[in-house]
């Protein structure tokens, strides 16, 4: 900073009776650095016709409004995260009078448990029925990416271009790619929305393209070769230094081969140290130093060599990616990490003062964390050796290739798994027989269960029902895709699914034609409580009409009920507050839907996954993991059917005749 600026800084901050400390003074000179930026970036030609006095005005008009912004929100997250950690260590210490031990308490509170006795709304689900929500908004792109693609394997580079090209306004006279386009749009900005209200600070960028290189790729170009491919194609004008001033070739090379290691070892696999306590999720998405493309076809040409996956697939990797962060904020504040550690206190002060055993303690609590850092996407990058993972990854896609191509036929159990949960959930097996059979011809159930997000067939992807996963950037990792789509397993399980979730908001949409909260037959109240379900949520549901083709009762029908009516029914006090039960009262609806249409048509969840906590490229782990290749479905059920939900019908049936 420049001298004369840090004195009148020091002195001004003297007269309000503070000190400014280095730290302090190199922030505000980060912070005018980078608003430079953002004021050149809005009208470049201008900024340069600016006198240096003109520009330096301009700014601080700039962080003047930046500084209130900031302040709001700040002060709203502070309120909204003390209302938050109330909620959390009542929730608690009322699960503790319930018998559940602090650290099962914090699992129920983070992921899907089937024993049906968290009573609470878990973040898991919570951010697969918001990813859901964004993802219908963008399904035109999906079936345009459907219809020009192999198989789903190798998308139509031409279309996809065109899908670039109109959502930068450049037409292309390609009507379905301009209307994917605006499908593109909306979801990224519903996704962006949402995580701003939840506490988040992303700021609208024109024409985001969301984007995902793929770590072997860049690894295995090296770092020249990866930075003459970005010198050629990234837009030079978002390379700005402090002055706003463009980088030359050196400094804009400098700031390509920091990016290239980034890239390359995956920031260190986003150790635990970048996203804790000194670092909101919040937050997250504010760093300034982004790679802009020039154009979609300097875009398409880095994808192309470089990219992780198809360009739908990075979408919707984004949208996932923000969907989780936001249900993390929405659960444990707009620093939910740091939140964990706090509740992780409190956990065990409460098992040591309720005798829990010490083993027992230490277990659980390995275990919540294991399944943090899983959800939260730390140490899920490639934590080793990257020749030795992409060595394993090849082994296990040919183990893929090779093994599963009879799987359609292993799929008759999810006959059994299904009757199993419809029983559980205190469904009649007649109505999943009726609604099992519409899900195969029923053209207006498959839509209706579109328009609410609990259709899976823009979720279902290669071997994640199985608790495996694939790399489809490689050969041998589309050979393993290919075979799970050919063989008709992909899409057995999507319709199974779609039938069972549409099951579940048709079986709810009926109750609340029947009963009110009051009178609900004892054994359903208990599993809507649950699922952190409560009166307030049926009262809203009640008010909905339950589809009239369908019987379903989900997303569409509870958004379709005017705010004033909520605001009379839950005795709100403003019609924003009236919104906010409504979304909260239909994601718990969704969610519900689609954790027992995954309980049913089994996938391992986040819970059963922190089983086995492997590490990608550590020798030791690759190894655990091809052993255990396909035994991870095998766990999952064992966990979810077999432990939690034959625990849940103890005093219905007895657990082992479950």
């Known amino acids: ?87 959390n260590e009542a929730y608690m210490d009322a699960a503790a009078t319930r018998g559940i031990t602090g650290f099962r308490s914090l699992m129920h509170k983070l992921g899907f448990i089937a024993d049906g006795k968290g009573g609470t709304f878990n973040a898991e689900f919570r951010a697969k029925a918001i990813a859901n929500g964004h993802l219908e908004l963008m399904r035109p792109l999906i079936d345009m990416d459907k219809k020009g693609s192999f198989f789903g394997l190798f998308s139509s580079e031409k279309g996809t271009l065109d899908v670039l090209r109109e959502y930068e306004g450049i037409s292309t006279g390609n009507a379905d790619a301009m209307i994917a386009a605006d499908s593109l749009r909306a979801a990224v900005e519903s996704a962006m929305r949402e995580f701003n209200a939840a506490g988040g600070d992303i700021r609208k960028l024109t024409n985001y393209r969301p984007q995902r290189q793929d770590q072997w790729k860049v690894y295995k170009a090296g770092r020249d070769k990866w930075v003459d491919d970005a010198m050629q194609n990234i837009d030079r004008r978002t390379l700005l230094d402090e002055n706003g001033v463009m980088l030359d070739d050196a400094k804009a090379r400098s700031f390509l081969q920091e990016a290239w290691w980034n890239l390359a070892s995956d920031g260190l696999a986003k150790d635990r140290g970048g996203v804790g306590a000194s670092a909101a999720i919040s937050n997250r998405h504010k760093a300034h130093r982004q790679l802009n493309w020039k154009s979609p076809e300097s875009f398409m040409a880095m994808q192309s060599k470089y990219g992780g996956g198809s360009f739908v697939d990075q979408v919707k990797g984004h949208i996932d990616g923000l969907a989780h962060e936001t249900a993390l904020m929405e659960q444990f504040g707009s620093n939910p990490l740091h939140q964990i550690d ?67 036929t292993s799929q008759l159990a999810d006959n059994g798994t299904a009757i199993a949960t419809a029983r559980a959930l205190n469904i009649p097996l007649k109505e999943w027989a009726s609604m099992k059979a519409k899900g195969y011809t029923n053209d207006q159930l498959k839509n209706m269960a579109k328009s609410n997000g609990i259709a899976f067939d823009v979720m279902i992807d ?20 290919l075979t799970m789509k050919v063989s008709g397993a992909n899409m057995f399980t999507a319709m199974h699914r779609t039938a069972f979730a549409s099951l579940v908001e048709s079986h709810v949409g009926s109750l609340t034609r029947k009963y009110d909260w009051n009178t609900l037959p004892a054994k359903d109240k208990a599993i809507l409580e649950g699922k952190g379900i409560g009166e307030q949520d049926w009262n809203i549901y009640r008010l909905a009409e339950v589809d009239p083709e369908s019987g379903l009762l989900g997303f569409s029908q509870i958004n379709a009920v005017s705010s004033a009516d909520i605001k009379q029914a839950t005795a709100s006090r403003t019609l924003k507050e009236a919104e906010a039960l409504r979304r909260e009262a239909h994601l718990k609806l969704t969610a519900y839907a689609l954790e027992e249409a995954e309980t049913a048509v089994m996938q391992p969840s986040l819970h059963s996954q922190s089983i086995l906590p492997l590490h990608k490229g550590e020798v030791l782990s690759e190894l655990g993991g091809a052993v255990s290749q396909f035994k991870s479905f095998a766990i999952g059920f064992m966990n979810q059917h077999m432990y939690q939900r034959a625990e849940m019908m103890c005093g219905t049936v007895n657990k082992y005749a479950y």
């Open 1 to 87: 900073m420049n001298p004369r600026c840090a004195v009148a800084i020091t002195q001004a901050a003297a007269k309000l009776g503070r000190a400014v400390t280095r730290a302090e003074l190199n922030n505000i000179e980060a912070k005018v650095r980078d608003m430079s930026k953002g004021v050149r970036a809005k009208d470049p030609a201008r900024w340069q016709g600016l006198s240096a006095g003109d520009r330096m005005k301009e700014v601080g008009v700039a962080l003047s409004d930046e500084f209130k912004s900031q302040a709001i929100r700040k002060a709203t997250n502070a309120s909204r995260d003390m209302v938050i950690a109330a909620k």
């Open 342 to 408: 706090v509740l992780k206190e409190k956990a065990k002060k409460l098992d040591k003062a309720n005798g829990v055993d010490i083993n027992k303690t230490i277990s659980e609590r390995n275990r919540f964390e294991t399944m943090t850092d899983k959800f939260a996407g730390i140490d899920q990058g490639i934590t080793g050796n990257v020749l030795v993972h992409k060595a394993f990854s090849v082994m296990k896609d040919l183990n893929i290739a090779n093994k599963l191509g009879s799987i359609l």
């Open 462 to 481: 290669n071997l994640v029902r199985l608790g495996d996963s694939t790399d489809a950037t490689g050969i041998s990792g589309k050979l393993a895709q």
